[in-house]
């Protein structure tokens, strides 16, 4: 049955809203959407890394295109039913008007619902914005993003924690200035503490996004939403846990001369049914209720 983009919009914008968290998986290409589709997602989001390393590009160093980034998350929504985000990095661009730009074109002609927005430069010598340029771009997204004519779910991203800037204080106050200037759900990736996760949380109205799938976080989806936390990506963990099968299984064909790794790969016809979406599943464990 085909949804269209305003039905996966209000059906996005009310997932994000609702009590509780939702686990919002990162597909890298079509193929991964329909399989987590099949396994009874809700809502998927795109990652930049995933694409970058399936196009042999390094991530965040700005090698990966808009227009590859956008035909990437097209082919994601084409695949599925499912409400589809994107992350769209630092908008491609630095000026206001191009992070705009970049969301204006995510919902008129990628088909997404929803994009991050985040305040990482791709410039290693000074790898966050400052403050203002920072609020600024968000500020200009939210505009485009709002009027767009269907709900845009639009994320402020701030990127201190993964740049070696592990500044809470300053990254609260990004976040707060960016629900100020119109950020729909806030995030802050690279936060392993349950303290500052809970912090984060409490410092902010809208929905609060956490990134799993990084060493030394191993909250399960109840004590996130038990912290606060509303909305729970994995970012490129899904795509490294598959390079990592695929990398391991060519070291031992290599160094070994022997194929074990047969053994734990999915059997063919399962694959082949898990992307054409006909193996039932009969129990969805991607929600959790917070306490009330």
């Known amino acids: 049955m085909h949804v269209s983009q305003a039905e996966k919009a209000h059906r996005f914008q009310a997932l994000n809203n609702r009590?509780?968290?939702?686990?919002?998986?990162?597909?890298?290409?079509?193929?991964?959407?329909?399989?987590?589709?099949?396994?009874?997602?809700?809502?998927?989001?795109?990652?930049?890394?995933?694409?970058?390393?399936?196009?042999?590009?390094?991530?965040?160093?700005?090698?990966?295109?808009?227009?590859?980034?956008?035909?990437?998350?097209?082919?994601?929504?084409?695949?599925?039913?499912?409400?589809?985000?994107?992350?769209?990095?630092?908008?491609?661009?630095?000026?206001?008007?191009?992070?705009?730009?970049?969301?204006?074109?995510?919902g008129e002609e990628a088909g997404l619902v929803g994009a991050s927005i985040e305040d990482a430069t791709g410039d290693p010598r000074r790898p966050i914005y400052d403050f203002e340029p920072a609020v600024e771009r968000v500020a200009a997204a939210a505009?485009?993003?709002?009027?767009?004519?269907?709900?845009?779910?639009?994320?402020?991203?701030?990127?201190?924690?993964?740049?070696?800037?592990?500044?809470?204080?300053?990254?609260?106050?990004?976040?707060?200035?960016?629900?100020a200037v119109g950020a729909d759900v806030l995030y802050a990736p690279g936060l392993t503490e349950a303290e500052d996760?809970?912090?984060?949380?409490?410092?902010?109205?809208?929905?609060?996004?956490?990134?799993?799938?990084?060493?030394?976080?191993?909250?399960?989806?109840?004590?996130?939403?038990?912290?606060?936390?509303?909305?729970?990506?994995?970012?490129?963990a899904l795509s490294r846990a598959a390079l990592g099968a695929f990398v391991r299984a060519a070291r031992e064909i290599r160094e070994q001369g022997t194929f074990r790794f047969a053994e734990g790969a999915l059997p063919y016809a399962e694959v082949n049914d898990l992307v054409f979406g006909t193996i039932p599943i009969p129990v969805t464990l991607s929600t959790a209720s917070s306490p009330s």
């Not at 997602?41 to 990966?64: C, H, K, M, P, Q």
């Not at 009027?147 to 990004?174: Q, W």
């Not at 799993?212 to 994995?234: C, D």
Request: hydrophobic content about 45%.
């Open 143 to 179: 505009e485009a993003a709002h009027d767009l004519p269907f709900p845009f779910v639009l994320v402020g991203r701030a990127e201190n924690f993964l740049h070696g800037r592990p500044d809470l204080d300053d990254t609260i106050r990004r976040l707060q200035a960016f629900e």
């Open 197 to 236: 996760i809970r912090t984060v949380c409490a410092a902010v109205r809208k929905p609060v996004n956490v990134v799993m799938g990084l060493k030394g976080a191993r909250f399960s989806v109840a004590e996130l939403a038990a912290l606060g936390v509303r909305r729970i990506s994995v970012g490129s």
């Open 19 to 106: 009590p509780g968290a939702f686990v919002i998986p990162n597909p890298w290409d079509a193929g991964t959407a329909r399989i987590l589709t099949s396994l009874g997602f809700e809502a998927l989001t795109t990652t930049s890394a995933g694409l970058a390393f399936v196009l042999g590009r390094r991530d965040g160093d700005g090698s990966v295109t808009r227009d590859e980034s956008l035909a990437n998350a097209k082919a994601i929504v084409d695949a599925t039913d499912l409400p589809v985000a994107a992350d769209l990095e630092n908008g491609y661009g630095h000026s206001p008007e191009a992070a705009a730009e970049t969301i204006r074109l995510a």
